[in-house]
């Protein structure tokens, strides 16, 4: 490469839980520029989320996030005309917001109204191990275990 690699940016820790993966996943949430409106839906998904569950909201998030969060996934590469789906590990950043995406993704898939009870009832099913998140997941890591013989083709 010629250029050298940007700087991370800092990223500022959220107010209630002073967590800065929180405000990773607010991020991803957030629509058109709008933080404000993001940290709302956010911190009345955690209320939904401790009144439904008698829970600590914060917990229930990272056991959702966590239970997301894939370990592998499938590249293409072409090798003489065909290509193959090679199973690789991935870095830890991708994996992490992969797994904030697919949350966020089928949050806003689910029926339901409004997007606080959607994102509640997503993350909750997600911390049980169900859920639109945890379905895609496991379906990432059954492909890439189905092409596992490709695996000595890593670029």
Same mark, same amino acid.
């Given at each position: 490469?010629?250029?050298?690699?940007?700087?991370?940016?800092? =990223?500022?820790?959220?107010?209630?839980?002073?967590?800065?993966?929180?405000?990773?996943?607010?991020?991803?949430?957030?629509?058109?520029?709008?933080?404000?409106?993001?940290?709302?839906?956010?911190?009345?998904?955690?209320? =939904?989320?401790?009144?439904?569950?008698?829970?600590?909201?914060?917990?229930?998030?990272?056991?959702?996030?966590?239970?997301?969060?894939?370990?592998?996934?499938?590249?293409?590469?072409?090798?003489?005309?065909?290509?193959?789906?090679?199973?690789?590990? =991935?870095?830890? +950043?991708?994996?992490?917001?992969?797994?904030?995406?697919?949350?966020?993704?089928? +949050?806003?898939?689910?029926?339901?109204?409004?997007?606080?009870?959607?994102?509640?009832?997503?993350?909750?099913?997600?911390?049980?191990?169900?859920?639109?998140?945890?379905?895609?997941?496991?379906?990432?890591?059954?492909?890439?275990? +189905?092409?596992?013989?490709?695996?000595?083709?890593?670029?």
């Amino acid at each position: 490469m010629r250029k050298r690699k940007p700087k991370k940016r800092l =990223i500022i820790p959220d107010p209630r839980y002073g967590d800065i993966m929180v405000t990773q996943f607010v991020n991803n949430l957030m629509l058109n520029g709008k933080k404000a409106v993001a940290y709302r839906l956010f911190y009345d998904a955690m209320d =939904i989320i401790a009144e439904k569950t008698e829970e600590n909201p914060h917990e229930v998030w990272k056991k959702a996030l966590t239970n997301a969060t894939p370990q592998v996934e499938v590249r293409s590469k072409r090798i003489g005309g065909a290509t193959f789906q090679i199973p690789t590990e =991935i870095y830890q +950043a991708r994996k992490t917001s992969n797994g904030m995406k697919w949350l966020i993704k089928f +949050a806003r898939a689910r029926s339901g109204k409004g997007m606080a009870d959607k994102l509640s009832a997503e993350l909750i099913a997600a911390s049980k191990g169900e859920g639109g998140a945890v379905k895609k997941k496991e379906d990432t890591h059954r492909m890439a275990e +189905a092409n596992r013989a490709f695996a000595h083709f890593k670029a």
